[in-house]
């Protein structure tokens, strides 16, 4: 089955640790994307890339960083420099980058919670 | 700055009633797309309806309707014969370009038995 999976689904950091949260998608999407959801408050996207080995900063990317080596997946890392980090984080892709619309596939999401 | 608003925390409806959503938006843009997203508890976001800007037809999906007024920028959803299953937030969302997508605070939807 074709789909985006983001692993794991609920994870737990001590502060002052980076932890690296998963996603992959076998839908042969070119462009994927990284949402922030906190309570009252819509998505808000932290990182997007359009490419392999391309990512553009969104609206709250500071204290974040992502990679993209490979088509299929791209993880997020949460450093110790995020200073609220504890929210639900979703991950999606689309079919074509920049210029065009496509409707966006969501993962599952992962629930961050900083102890 | 490109904004959505949602002026509706919470609604409740009875089931088989029909309800609307409410949507304002903010853009100097003259071609963009609409949705509505809906994420049950399981939080999984799930695409319900699409709207094209430069369409005039409003868009519907079974028992999921909108109304679109574009000089207005008002963009609400309205869900007939509520049904159990439609408990959950729901998103409105639109996309400019450059991936480029913002959403709503949400409207959180229970449909009572």
């Known amino acids: 089955d074709g789909g985006i999976t983001q692993s794991p689904k609920y994870l737990f950091r001590k502060e002052g640790q980076n932890v690296t949260l998963s996603c992959e998608q076998n839908?042969?999407?070119?462009?994927m994307y990284w949402y922030r959801q906190d309570p009252g408050q819509g998505l808000r996207l932290i990182y997007y890339?359009?490419?392999?080995?391309?990512?553009q900063k969104g609206d709250i990317a500071e204290g974040y960083s992502v990679s993209r080596e490979k088509k299929e997946s791209f993880p997020l890392t949460v450093t110790s420099a995020q200073k609220n980090p504890t929210a639900f984080y979703l991950c999606?892709?689309?079919?074509?980058?920049?210029?065009?619309?496509?409707?966006?596939?969501f993962g599952p999401g992962t629930r961050l919670t900083v102890l | 700055a490109q904004t959505v608003t949602q002026s509706q925390p919470e609604m409740s409806v009875q089931e088989a009633e029909t309800v609307t959503l409410s949507c304002t938006y903010d853009?100097?843009?003259?071609?963009?797309?609409l949705f509505w997203y809906k994420q049950p508890p399981s939080r999984q976001m799930i695409l319900v309806i699409r709207?094209?800007?430069?369409?005039?037809q409003n868009a519907t999906e079974n028992r999921f309707s909108v109304n679109f007024q574009k000089a207005a920028k008002s963009f609400s959803l309205k869900i007939s014969d509520s049904q159990l299953g439609d408990t959950a937030m729901y998103f409105c969302?639109?996309?400019?370009?450059?991936?480029?997508?913002?959403f709503g605070a949400g409207t959180r939807l229970t449909v009572k038995p």
């Open positions: 999606a892709s689309s079919i074509r980058p920049r210029g065009f619309y496509n409707e966006q596939f």
């Open positions: 839908l042969n999407h070119d462009a």
């Open positions: 890339s359009q490419i392999v080995n391309d990512f």
């Open positions: 853009t100097s843009e003259s071609n963009y797309y």
């Open positions: 709207q094209e800007a430069y369409k005039q």
């Open positions: 969302a639109f996309f400019v370009n450059n991936n480029d997508m913002r």
